[in-house]
Every structure is written in structure tokens, then in C-alpha cells.
């Protein structure tokens, strides 16, 4: 066998390039680009409108799209946001007034609600469609239609190889199409008429990449989907407490723009038992090992009762919804007694954790039912830090020294006033706000404080009543979420995936196989192949499909040259 890359004298080079361009076309379904130029003068409002339409819908403007989709997401990550955390949106306008004007002109609050990112969506989303409908349908018209005939000149392709045999063309080609069609190969409808035959190969490629195209648009409906109809919430629900899947009971709630409370699953569960285990000793000392919620859940409002378990990254699943196990901490219960003896609060109050050994701190509010020891009616505020394992009296501060109850302890600083809950306005309620109240003074005239251990009461300045630290409770927080649309957009991530490998890994290509017989009535075989895009594969595969066919069609012996002897003249 051997290569060559002349072409004979006297064959037009227009026609060979004409053949040439003949052979590779339609090797993809990408439409072909505008030119630099916009569209001619004076082709109308139609005119105008198809170009603008097809630039909309090139690949080159759908990748810009995709990029400016990228960087509109940058001022949502940068800028707190209203539908994710209102308190912290507040505090950036009040951290930096003089670009709260700006920043509520171009709707930074509210960046994935916003009219530009919105516009930009849609028309990345137009664009991605307008670039599909067009090439499926071209490529529906390539499935059914067959590869072109060989160019006049297979030795001006990448790939070429030639050899001669005594085989017959027609016995040449019936293996050629034998073999090509086990490797499947789609072959012409000639099937080796006119002395060649085309096949073809690679048709996954196109299938992948516009798979990977219509997988973004799948991805972008889901996404819509998903931030339109979407809700979370989050609740702490105390030991032995209960949660019923009602907006009331959330302790925070979000939901997209097309919730309706009426799609909230009915169901409702209470946290029997909470378990945490922690490393008890080595560098790792305090790192958690384990969290784990028993709950009774109850699906519907007459479900039977049953025992689940929720652990972190293991939530439990209702009817598209999901609880997932977020964080846990201590809830100290505390009693406070009036001058008369009276007990007007008890209740288990809990802490937000501060660290990883769970220093806690919060605020008790006694909101109704206390009096002074003159009768008169006030309410009471005590700023708390609690430990779960204090190091001991002189010490150190009130910092734990491992997240267990080892050695609980917990100090209080009390006040006495108005905690400003009358006036209707939200509070936090891990924080006292201590403007309109007075604090309790102790015999130095400093603020009246005392640490306590469980058991342990603290007794207010002049008779104004007691305080007892009754014991400790545990409380865990729960996130509610249901996220239509992320099966769809988990199908079309694995799509788009599936689709991109396949674009890249698998190789649209053409091969030739030409035979003819020569002057001297030896058959003369030619092979060639062209890619979409140069590759080392496409040589190497013609060479193994060259050697295959060498086999059946072995090359012919050299022609041996008569030696022809002349008689001389005799002198």
C-alpha cells in the first residue's frame, strides 16, 4: 500500500475544490455564521428582523448570553438579598446609606427577580431554542439521507491509502461493504455502484451536542421552575415539642413568587430524643461525630404515627418536600418566681450556640404576670450565657470547654421595665433590648449578676422574687424545603453531561473506498477518509479499515520484465 498527495496534470483545481467542499459538507449541523458585516441596505423591517433573529440565535451570542448570566449573578452574592434575609438587607442600608438609592434603582435586593436578570434569562433561553429547532431538524434530514459520493481526488484528502490486487473492482467493493457494515458504518444507497462507495460514522456526535443544548434549556426551566414555586423555612422545635407543616408555625419562612400556601404537604412530627456524640479525647477533642433526631411523624392530618429517624445529609422525605437536620443546642429551664411567691414563668428558653464546645448565650423574657413587691406591674429581662461544661471557679470566663453537659453552668444579668414587645415591632429573641429597662443594682451598685448551677436559684435585689435554674432541655433546629423542578434539573445536569462527552469524544468522519480497474487490467484500490476536525484516530482507524480489506484483497505480485535479446553483426 502507499499514500500520495499529487494530483494528476490537466484535472481543473475549481472542480477538485468544488468536490472537495462536496465531500465534507454537512459533517455538522451548526448553521453557518453571519459576516462581519451587518445585513445589506435596504432589505426592509423584515430584512432587519431575520438578521436580528439570527444573530439571537448563533451559538457565538448564546455563549455571550451565557456569560453575562454569569456575571448578573455576582451582585446577588455580593449584595444581601430581600426573598433570603430581610434583617440582613436592612443592615446593609443602614451600614451604607448613600447607595441604598442606587442600589433599589437596579433592583440589587432583588437580583434574580430583577428585569435584567430576567431579560437576559429569557433571551438566553429564546436564543438556546432558536439555535436547536433549526439543527434538529437538520440533522433529522442527515439521519435519513446518506453520505455523498467520493471526491474526483481521494488523494487530496487527510487520510488516503492505495494498493493494487488482482481482485476484481466488484469483488473489492463487496468486501469493502461487508466490512465497513460490521464496523457500522452507514453506507450509501449506490452500495458500491459506479466503482466507489461512501460510508459514514460519528452521528453520536451531533445527537450529543444537541442533546447538551436541549439538557440547558431543560435546566433552565427547572431552575425558573424551582425559584418561582419554591418555599423553605426553618423551625427550633424544643424536646418533647411538635411541628405542624402550617405557615404559622414556621419560625422564618421564603417562597418564591407563584407559591400558594395551599401546596404545603400536611404533616406534622415531634422531637422525641436528640443524640450527639463528640471526640472525647486527642487533637480531635470536641469534633462532632454524630447527630441524630428520633422524631414521631404523622403524614396528613390521619396518618398513623411513626418513628423516624433524621440525621445530617439524611432528611426525611413528604410528598416532594424535605427535613432536613440543621443544627441543635441547650435550653435551659428556668423559673422565675414574684415578690409574693407566685411562679410567673417557667419555661425552657433556648441558647444560640457561639462556638464549636456549644457557648451559648440568649435572653428570658417575662413578658406578662410580674409584679414588684408595691404591686405594680413590670416586666423582666435577663441577659444569659450558658455552658455546657464550665471550666470551674477561677478557671477562666464562661467558655466551654466541650459541647456534653459535663459541668452545665449559667449566668444571668437581670433587669426590670419595659422589654418594648407592646409596641408590636419584631425583637430578636436571643437579644434583650435593654433601652426602656433598668438594671438591678448589687450591693456595690454594679449590675446585679449571679452564675448558677442546675438546681441553683439567684434572689433578686429587694424582695423583687427568685429565680431558679430548674435543669436543661434540648432543641434542634429543622429546614423545610420543597424545590420543584430539581429531579427535572438533575436529569437534564446528567444529560448535559452525557451529551457534552459525547460531542467531544466521538468523531464524525467519512471513508472511501474506490476501485477501478487500471490499463493493465490490475485493479487499482483507493481509501480515504475525512473528520469533521483533524485527529490522530481518523489515520488510524483508515489504516486498521486498509488492513482489514488487504486481507480479502491482497496486493497484486510486480510484473516481471521480459529481457529481450538482439543479435549483433558479425564484422
Not at 432558536?130 to 467520493?150: E, H, K, T
Not at 432536613?324 to 419555661?347: M, Q
Request: hydrophobic share 40%; with cysteine; proline share 6%.
Amino acid at each position: 500500500m502507499s499514500t500520495t498527495d499529487k494530483a494528476p496534470a490537466g484535472v481543473p483545481q475549481a472542480e477538485d475544490a468544488s468536490a472537495d467542499a462536496a465531500a465534507g459538507a454537512q459533517l455538522s449541523t451548526a448553521p453557518l455564521e453571519d459576516g462581519p458585516g451587518g445585513p445589506a441596505v435596504g432589505i426592509g423591517v423584515i430584512g432587519w428582523a431575520r438578521w436580528f433573529w439570527r444573530q439571537l440565535t448563533s451559538m457565538r451570542v448564546a455563549l455571550i448570553l451565557l456569560f453575562l448570566l454569569s456575571l448578573a449573578s455576582i451582585p446577588g452574592s455580593l449584595i444581601p438579598q430581600t426573598q433570603v434575609d430581610a434583617m440582613k438587607v436592612a443592615v446593609w442600608k443602614r451600614d451604607n446609606p448613600s447607595w441604598v438609592g442606587v442600589a433599589e434603582k437596579l433592583q440589587l435586593f432583588d437580583v434574580y427577580s430583577s428585569v435584567w436578570f430576567s431579560a437576559i434569562y429569557l433571551l438566553l433561553f429564546v436564543s438556546l431554542i432558536g439555535c436547536i429547532l433549526p439543527r434538529s431538524w437538520q440533522f433529522v434530514g442527515q439521519l435519513r439521507g446518506r453520505p455523498p459520493g467520493a471526491p474526483r481526488r481521494l488523494d487530496r484528502l487527510p487520510a488516503y491509502t492505495t494498493w493494487r490486487t488482482e481482485k476484481s473492482p466488484d469483488e473489492v467493493l463487496a468486501c469493502a461493504r461487508t466490512l465497513l457494515g460490521a464496523r457500522r458504518f452507514r453506507l450509501d444507497a449506490g452500495g458500491g455502484k459506479g466503482g466507489s462507495l461512501a460510508a459514514e460514522k460519528g452521528y453520536l456526535r451531533e445527537a450529543g451536542n444537541l442533546a447538551f443544548h436541549v439538557a440547558l434549556i431543560v435546566m433552565l426551566v427547572a431552575f425558573a421552575w424551582g425559584q418561582y414555586c419554591k418555599s423553605e423555612g426553618g423551625k427550633l422545635v424544643l424536646r418533647g415539642k411538635g411541628f405542624s407543616n402550617t405557615l404559622t408555625q414556621y419560625d422564618d419562612f421564603k417562597s418564591g413568587a407563584l407559591f400558594d400556601p395551599d401546596d404545603l404537604p400536611p404533616f406534622s412530627f415531634t422531637l422525641d430524643k436528640f443524640d450527639a456524640t463528640y471526640e472525647k479525647s486527642g487533637p480531635q477533642k470536641g469534633t462532632p461525630r454524630d447527630f441524630k433526631a428520633y422524631v414521631t411523624f404523622s403524614d396528613g392530618a390521619d396518618g398513623a404515627p411513626q418513628k423516624r429517624e433524621i440525621q445530617v445529609n439524611k432528611p426525611l422525605e413528604v410528598d416532594g418536600s424535605k427535613v432536613y437536620l440543621l443544627g441543635h443546642g441547650y435550653a435551659p429551664v428556668i423559673s422565675v418566681t414574684d415578690a409574693t411567691g407566685k411562679v410567673v414563668f417557667k419555661d425552657a428558653v433556648p441558647m444560640l450556640p457561639q462556638d464549636a464546645n456549644l457557648t451559648s448565650s440568649g435572653a428570658v423574657k417575662v413578658t406578662d404576670g410580674y409584679k414588684d413587691k408595691n404591686g405594680k406591674k413590670e416586666q423582666l429581662g435577663f441577659n444569659a450565657m450558658f455552658v455546657p461544661t464550665f471550666a470551674g471557679e477561677g478557671k477562666g470566663m464562661m467558655f466551654s470547654q466541650f459541647p456534653e453537659l459535663d459541668y452545665p453552668a449559667l449566668m444571668l444579668s437581670a433587669y426590670h421595665g419595659s422589654l418594648g414587645v407592646d409596641a408590636g415591632l419584631p425583637q430578636n429573641v436571643y437579644q434583650l433590648d435593654t433601652s426602656k429597662m433598668e438594671s438591678f443594682k448589687d450591693e456595690s451598685g454594679q449590675l446585679f449578676k449571679q452564675k448558677m448551677l442546675p438546681g441553683e436559684s439567684m434572689v433578686l435585689p429587694n424582695g423583687a422574687g427568685t429565680v431558679k435554674f430548674e435543669g436543661i432541655e434540648r432543641w434542634a433546629t429543622f429546614s423545610i424545603t420543597h424545590q420543584p423542578g430539581s429531579g427535572l434539573a438533575l436529569g437534564g445536569a446528567v444529560a448535559a453531561i452525557a451529551g457534552l462527552a459525547g460531542s467531544l469524544f466521538i468523531q464524525r468522519r467519512r471513508i472511501w473506498v474506490r476501485a477501478a480497474a487500471g490499463k493493465d487490467g490490475v485493479t487499482v484500490v483507493e481509501m480515504a477518509g475525512l473528520g469533521r476536525s483533524e485527529s490522530a484516530s481518523l489515520p488510524q482507524e483508515l489504516a486498521s479499515l486498509a488492513t482489514e480489506l488487504h486481507r480479502q484483497a491482497p496486493t497484486a505480485p510486480a510484473p516481471v520484465e521480459e529481457t529481450v535479446e538482439v543479435e549483433g553483426e558479425r564484422g
